[in-house]
Nanobody, 114 residues
Framework: QVELVESGGGLVQAGGSLRLSCVAS????????MGWYRQAPGQRELVATI??????IYADSVKGRFTISRDRSKNTVSLQMNSLRAEDTAVYYC?????????WGQGTQVTVSS
């Protein structure tokens, strides 16, 4: 049984900041990639991912504003979100994957008021 617990979502004014965190627990071996995706009405899209050796990828829309980080020893991944915009409003999902599995968190709502 694998569980991803997300925290840190909420309501913030445009220009503000939030920090999302995700803790993975359970029968997990060799997580290759941890990351965050988001879904507004429509398709789920990548926000940022980070590999086990620290390589990060960001969506163009968040580059320079969001920073992803990972603590391998604690199986946690965080997303620092600065200069938030109304278009960042979405449900944010934590994701972990390896060569043989992928798991999703339950999602946390981020709402940015303009």
């Amino acid at each position: 049984q694998v569980e991803l617990v997300e925290s840190g979502g909420g309501l913030v004014q445009a220009g503000g900041s939030l920090r999302l965190s995700c803790v993975a627990s359970g029968s997990i071996n060799s997580i290759n990639v941890m990351g965050w995706y988001r879904q507004a009405p429509g398709q789920r899209e990548l926000v940022a991912t980070i590999t086990s050796d620290g390589r990060a990828i960001y969506a163009d829309s968040v580059k320079g504003r969001f920073t992803i980080s990972r603590d391998r020893s604690k199986n946690t991944v965080s997303l620092q979100m600065n200069s938030l915009r109304a278009e960042d409003t979405a449900v944010y999902y934590c994701n972990i994957r390896s060569a043989v599995y992928t798991y999703w968190g339950q999602g946390t709502q981020v709402t940015v008021s303009s």
